[in-house]
């Protein structure tokens, strides 16, 4: 099956220097290149840049805190824009990472081997189904990396993480939006809009930033009429807020992917450690695929992409039951206030099963995103997500979720 994925080793290598370079060009501050630029009196970068770099624009993160309270000249506000654990850190991370720091001077271990042991064991998976990236993000694009060639075709049911669409372009592929029907992946529409051309599809389960979610039965079904050669990528980076039993919704846990990995040769399940366990800015997370599979990637992925810190908090983070119980119970609790809040104000929301709320406010998602901000909240506009009238917000802490309630009523009149 891999035979279409994969070319040739040639194939990839060559490719790998093109990326490189690109983003070498990238790091130089070049992005995004207005056309006339390339087109100037060198015209220089019309060698360098291809379409698709020319077409992207840069992630739009969250804003900041620091950088909010820096431009507005206040202090206290929070943030609710970009699905963090509002708890902090894992206790037990922070405790393996202060253990580990007189380490530094060397290189991490490049195959993780302490953290693929324990995922293995806690996952029931073998170590060699494992690869560990700087965050689930490098997962994603070095998938893209390893198996889709300039001109190929990748699809994925929008709106969703932006971040596939903007690596499979910075790739030279083309990415092809199924939309989502009443704001949920149907997978039926997806697999009616595979071409020949399409070699990885995306599907975010829970979906990013609508919260719906699809079952293993339903994705089961899918890989059954998917070709053998097409890669499928599930991205359950909040899949822990789904599977627990006694959800905000009454609806029967999620189950994850996890449970048909071993049955499908093209299936990459991802994961990450910056939501369940507090760990975002450390950046790690994982994939767990076929070993074939994976093999594959580990031989396009940089060999220290995973650094020490990260590697220890990680495994340390997995035996952290306590704090995982304390992450799931507020974000259960805060799913509620909200949800019954905005039930009082009767704003239309989207039933979520992830750690965060899609909301649509009469005002629009800019300019509620911007009245938010003179308050010191920081929501997340979902205009960037083709979804203008929306705004999402993640679920803080009890003091800020009521914070976030009370400027959204001021914000609105209501
Ligand atoms: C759906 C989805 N996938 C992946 C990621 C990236 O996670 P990481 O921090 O592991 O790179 C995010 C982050 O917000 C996300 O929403």
Not at 30 to 49: C, D, R, T, V
Not at 325 to 346: N, P, V, Y
């Given at each position: 099956m891999l035979e279409k994925i994969i070319d040739s080793t040639t194939q990839v290598k060559r490719y790998n220097w093109k990326q490189t370079l690109l983003y070498f060009v990238e790091s130089l501050g070049y992005k995004p290149i207005a056309?006339?630029?390339?087109q100037g009196e060198n015209g220089f970068m019309n060698k360098l840049i291809h379409q698709g770099i020319e077409e992207l624009v840069p992630y739009p993160p969250g804003k900041p805190i620091e950088e909010l309270e820096r431009e507005l000249g206040i202090k206290g506000s929070?943030?609710?824009?970009?699905n963090e654990n509002p708890l902090g850190p894992s206790p037990k991370a922070l405790e393996?990472?202060?253990a580990r720091l007189s380490t530094l001077h060397?290189?991490?271990?490049?195959s993780g081997y302490y953290l693929k042991e324990k995922l293995s064991q806690k996952l029931g998976v073998n170590p060699e189904q494992l690869i560990l990236g700087n965050g689930s993000n490098e997962i994603i694009e070095l998938s893209?990396?390893?198996?889709?060639?300039?001109?190929?075709e990748a699809l994925q049911a929008f709106p969703t993480f932006l971040v596939y669409e903007k690596v499979v372009k910075a790739a030279g592929g083309t990415m092809i939006s199924v939309p989502l029907q009443d704001l949920s992946v149907n997978l039926e529409r997806v697999l009616e809009s595979l071409t020949e051309k399409v070699k990885i599809i995306f599907l975010c389960n829970p979906n990013n930033p609508t919260g719906s979610a699809f079952t293993l039965d339903q994705l089961q079904w899918f890989m059954d009429q998917v070709p053998k050669n097409v890669l499928v990528l599930v991205d359950e980076?909040?899949?822990e807020f789904s599977t627990i039993p006694g959800q905000h919704t009454a609806e029967p846990p999620i189950k994850s992917a996890l449970g048909l990995v071993n049955r499908n040769e093209n299936l990459l399940v991802l994961r990450t450690f910056s939501k369940l366990y507090g760990l975002a800015g450390l950046r790690i997370g994982y994939g767990i695929g076929p070993s074939t599979l994976v093999d594959y990637m580990n031989r396009v992925r940089q060999p220290f992409n995973a650094n020490t810190l990260a590697q220890a908090a990680a495994t340390a983070a997995?035996?952290?039951?306590e704090f995982v119980a304390q992450t799931l119970s507020l974000t259960r609790e805060g799913l509620s206030f909200l949800k019954g809040e905005l039930d009082k104000m009767g704003l239309e929301h989207f039933p979520t099963r992830a750690n965060f709320f899609l909301i649509k406010t009469p005002i629009g998602g800019r300019e509620t995103y911007e009245r938010m901000l003179r308050k010191g909240v920081i929501v997340r506009s979902m205009e960037s997500f083709g979804l203008p009238e929306f705004i999402?917000?993640?679920?803080?802490?009890p003091n800020e979720n009521q914070r976030f309630i009370q400027a959204l009523r001021e914000v609105l009149g209501l």
């Amino acid at each position: 099956m891999l035979e279409k994925i994969i070319d040739s080793t040639t194939q990839v290598k060559r490719y790998n220097w093109k990326q490189t370079l690109l983003y070498f060009v990238e790091s130089l501050g070049y992005k995004p290149i207005a056309k006339n630029n390339s087109q100037g009196e060198n015209g220089f970068m019309n060698k360098l840049i291809h379409q698709g770099i020319e077409e992207l624009v840069p992630y739009p993160p969250g804003k900041p805190i620091e950088e909010l309270e820096r431009e507005l000249g206040i202090k206290g506000s929070i943030k609710l824009a970009s699905n963090e654990n509002p708890l902090g850190p894992s206790p037990k991370a922070l405790e393996a990472i202060r253990a580990r720091l007189s380490t530094l001077h060397r290189y991490p271990d490049g195959s993780g081997y302490y953290l693929k042991e324990k995922l293995s064991q806690k996952l029931g998976v073998n170590p060699e189904q494992l690869i560990l990236g700087n965050g689930s993000n490098e997962i994603i694009e070095l998938s893209v990396r390893t198996f889709l060639l300039p001109g190929e075709e990748a699809l994925q049911a929008f709106p969703t993480f932006l971040v596939y669409e903007k690596v499979v372009k910075a790739a030279g592929g083309t990415m092809i939006s199924v939309p989502l029907q009443d704001l949920s992946v149907n997978l039926e529409r997806v697999l009616e809009s595979l071409t020949e051309k399409v070699k990885i599809i995306f599907l975010c389960n829970p979906n990013n930033p609508t919260g719906s979610a699809f079952t293993l039965d339903q994705l089961q079904w899918f890989m059954d009429q998917v070709p053998k050669n097409v890669l499928v990528l599930v991205d359950e980076a909040y899949i822990e807020f789904s599977t627990i039993p006694g959800q905000h919704t009454a609806e029967p846990p999620i189950k994850s992917a996890l449970g048909l990995v071993n049955r499908n040769e093209n299936l990459l399940v991802l994961r990450t450690f910056s939501k369940l366990y507090g760990l975002a800015g450390l950046r790690i997370g994982y994939g767990i695929g076929p070993s074939t599979l994976v093999d594959y990637m580990n031989r396009v992925r940089q060999p220290f992409n995973a650094n020490t810190l990260a590697q220890a908090a990680a495994t340390a983070a997995l035996d952290d039951d306590e704090f995982v119980a304390q992450t799931l119970s507020l974000t259960r609790e805060g799913l509620s206030f909200l949800k019954g809040e905005l039930d009082k104000m009767g704003l239309e929301h989207f039933p979520t099963r992830a750690n965060f709320f899609l909301i649509k406010t009469p005002i629009g998602g800019r300019e509620t995103y911007e009245r938010m901000l003179r308050k010191g909240v920081i929501v997340r506009s979902m205009e960037s997500f083709g979804l203008p009238e929306f705004i999402r917000i993640s679920v803080g802490l009890p003091n800020e979720n009521q914070r976030f309630i009370q400027a959204l009523r001021e914000v609105l009149g209501l």
